[in-house]
């Protein structure tokens, strides 16, 4: 089982590479980066899960802040 949860979250963050919307990209890259940080307390590998909870923080903030701009009616660059 705790390798399957590593295949799983490797094959999420591998085919976030694929969408072509940023917003769902990064929301695919934080459910990766939050398995990733289960099979890191699991395996009690705690630079696995601090870097993890980074990559998963960056990528909500990022789709919170893109949403706002959205919502705004704000264009990026």
Do not use: H
């Not at 695919?28 to 289960?38: F, G, M, V």
Request: proline share 3%; net charge positive.
């Amino acid at each position: 089982m705790l390798d399957a949860i590593g295949w799983v979250a490797t094959a999420l963050f591998t085919a976030s590479y694929f969408l072509k919307q940023a917003a769902a990209l990064r929301r695919l890259q934080a459910a990766a980066a939050c398995l990733w940080i289960l099979y890191g307390i699991t395996i009690g590998a705690w630079p696995v899960v601090v870097a993890n909870v980074l990559v998963a923080a960056a990528a909500l903030y990022s789709t919170f802040v893109a949403g706002r701009a959205a919502a705004a009616g704000e264009t990026g660059p």
